[in-house]
């Protein structure tokens, strides 16, 4: 069979391969297009494979809410360059939208986005952008309200930082500003209660081993200890930081105020967590030269 100009631009277009791939493609499987495109996805995921030992850092956090259902989500990918794509930019709100049904990342990976499932979508913009991609993480909070706030936004919904604050009582205005200051403080936890005590308990002997090098007695140390652990934990937790918007206030006091119980809240930084390969940039160019 012929393989036509106007064939190609189809592949090209329904699949964002390259007009060599794409005419390769057809020529392969005799023009037959459904043939084709499983073609192209069967290459599409050697290229997948082929880039999956490198470091995914970048990228963007979404969030979405339904009703009382907030999610955020990180996608992420090698430069911040992809960040600034549209065609990531597209997925990364779709997924988010999709996620606000999905109760773990598992089931958001297996959750059908446009007639495939998201982890399957995401292989195939591996092919299509370029970068290895990595669907890292989901969380999911719910609350008589939840706000959301973006920090660095990228485009709507989608930044750097992605916050979502459950709360009843006060308003949206009031949700958002707390939604902002979590964004700011990066607090560990809603209160002391949910802490976690492995953290605690390491805080506190950090601070006995700092007091005793001070030679005090066992009798001031304990008391020192009391004072920097409550300073700790004051630090550490949403309720007990100083309001960012009214540092005289605690965020429990300011809550307070407003007529409002803050019941939970989820912070995703992009990027968080993952150790970064450097390298300089000479090195960056020998390794590319190299192919």
Known sequence: MAITASMVKELRESTGAGMMDAKKALTETDGDMEAATDWLRTK????????????AAEGLVAVAVEGGRGVAIELNSETDFVAK?????ALVSKIAKVGVKANSLDELKATDLDGK?????????????????????????????????????????????????????????????????????????????DLDPAIVEKEKQVQMDIARESGKPEAVIEKMIVGRMKKFMAESTLLGQAFVVNPDLTVEAAAKEAGATITGFVRLAVGEGIEKVEEDFAAEVAKVAKG
Do not use: C, W
């Open 44 to 55: 599409g995921l050697a290229k997948a494979a082929k880039k999956s030992g490198r470091t």
């Open 117 to 193: 499932p998201v982890e399957t979508q995401v292989t195939d913009a591996i092919a299509k952008i370029g970068e290895n991609l990595t669907l890292r993480r989901m969380a999911m909070i719910e609350g008589e309200k939840v706000v959301t706030y973006v920090h660095n936004a990228a485009a709507t919904d989608m930044g750097t930082i992605g916050v979502l604050v459950a709360f009843s009582g006060g308003d949206e205005a009031f949700g958002r500003q707390i939604a902002m200051h979590i964004a700011a403080a990066n607090p560990a936890a809603l209160g002391e209660a």
């Open 85 to 89: 794509n549209a065609d990531f930019q």
